[in-house]
DNA sequence: GACGATAATGGCACCCGGTGCCAAATGGAA
DNA sequence: TTCCATTTGGCACCGGGTGCCATTATCGTC
């Protein structure tokens, strides 16, 4: 599948005539207008000037287009975790790494949160974002289980893992639904609680 | 959608043809057989006798043939939380309760890891899951909620819920791995774990 | 038995996401 | 100009899913 168009050297073939990005801003414009279900792959291949079946050579699926860098991200996000202090208390890490994961900037919190709304909300992204999400959980499951000297496929960096996400999860809903509050804060004081197993409740 | 055909007083109109649970055990023999892709909704509507379009008149899809009565025993687990002591700490509880709820009779096992295999191995239907999982949430965040005396869309109820509900899918993970455990002990530990904050670690 | 009301069924056309295939288009090098 | 490499797009098709409507089946009443 296309990448990104990174400053390639000239090569033979004919030159690539868009983008995942440009795709997905042409798509946001689209859902923003219709919605995800009643905007087709045909209306945004037809918006950006391809034809439908170039669409795919762009995307995986239709779902795919809201996830825009996320695959890169996520290589960050190991080279996040590689960077924690040794005896750091492994929760302690995967709180820090994943709320400076979530980290946007100011003039990306609209996009961002338009991004969130999609996937969260819209029935067909939320279950597709279970697939997706499946690459992050593998990073913190590596994480944490190389910390506790287990295989990634065990039962506690697993656990760690889901539970995690779980609480980003419950982070990102609670974000949308108060739009003056810090996603950082929200998420940060979520992972508190995971690391203190929800103690004193 | 057509329940289960209870003991239902004589009524006008015609007789049905099928149920729920006899689709579901036509379609399972045929997941056995050739896995859950590349059986199509047309082989499981002619194994069983009827028309394709009468299918999704007793599943909302053909994600949905795979959850049995998961639905009715939502009902169950929200009374299990109703029973559990008021002066037991939360977490306890909804490790107690969650654990209950994944205890199957022996001979249902064998069905049992079937129904879970597809589930957490087929892409399609472990994307699928996500959406009927939040009506299992829900349940947890609820009785969380009633504890907290706060809203179950707050905060530390969804995290709990969601939380509760990742680690019990690295439980469930772990069991397919490992035949010869037992589910309930692995959810036990697993969730003994998240109570603790995965402390320790 | 005929009739009416009710409920279930099934065929059909269609929508839409997704896929394989192949011919056409594009760009650079020789 | 030709050749090679790469991208594109149209098309036919598959399969999940839906609306629609005519048909079928059942029961109670007369």
Redesign the pocket.
């Given at each position: 599948m296309?990448e990104k168009p990174a400053e390639l050297p000239?090569?033979?073939?004919?030159?690539?005539?868009?983008s995942q990005h440009e795709l997905e801003r042409v798509a946001f414009e689209l859902f923003e207008r219709d919605g995800f279900d009643a905007?087709?792959?045909?209306d945004i291949a037809r918006a950006a000037?391809?034809?439908?079946?170039?669409f795919?050579?762009y995307f995986?699926?239709?779902?795919d287009v809201v996830w825009g860098a996320f695959t890169d991200q996520l290589g960050r996000m190991r080279e996040q975790f590689a960077r924690r202090p040794a005896d750091e208390p492994l929760m302690a890490a995967v709180r820090a790494v994943v709320v400076e994961f979530n980290r946007v900037d100011e003039a990306e919190v609209p996009r961002h949160r338009r991004r969130l709304e999609l996937i969260l909300r819209v029935p067909a992204l939320q279950a597709h974002s279970t697939l997706r999400y499946g690459d992050w959980r593998a990073v913190v499951a590596e994480f944490a289980a190389a910390r506790l000297g287990v295989e990634p496929a065990s039962l506690v960096p697993q656990s760690i893992a889901y539970a995690a996400l779980g609480v980003a999860l419950a982070a990102y809903e609670h974000w949308l639904a108060h739009p003056g509050v810090e996603l950082c804060d929200v998420l940060d004081t979520a992972m508190a609680e995971l690391a203190r197993g929800f103690g004193d409740v």
């Amino acid at each position: 599948m296309p990448e990104k168009p990174a400053e390639l050297p000239v090569r033979p073939g004919r030159r690539r005539s868009t983008s995942q990005h440009e795709l997905e801003r042409v798509a946001f414009e689209l859902f923003e207008r219709d919605g995800f279900d009643a905007t087709t792959v045909d209306d945004i291949a037809r918006a950006a000037g391809i034809g439908r079946r170039t669409f795919f050579r762009y995307f995986d699926s239709k779902n795919d287009v809201v996830w825009g860098a996320f695959t890169d991200q996520l290589g960050r996000m190991r080279e996040q975790f590689a960077r924690r202090p040794a005896d750091e208390p492994l929760m302690a890490a995967v709180r820090a790494v994943v709320v400076e994961f979530n980290r946007v900037d100011e003039a990306e919190v609209p996009r961002h949160r338009r991004r969130l709304e999609l996937i969260l909300r819209v029935p067909a992204l939320q279950a597709h974002s279970t697939l997706r999400y499946g690459d992050w959980r593998a990073v913190v499951a590596e994480f944490a289980a190389a910390r506790l000297g287990v295989e990634p496929a065990s039962l506690v960096p697993q656990s760690i893992a889901y539970a995690a996400l779980g609480v980003a999860l419950a982070a990102y809903e609670h974000w949308l639904a108060h739009p003056g509050v810090e996603l950082c804060d929200v998420l940060d004081t979520a992972m508190a609680e995971l690391a203190r197993g929800f103690g004193d409740v």
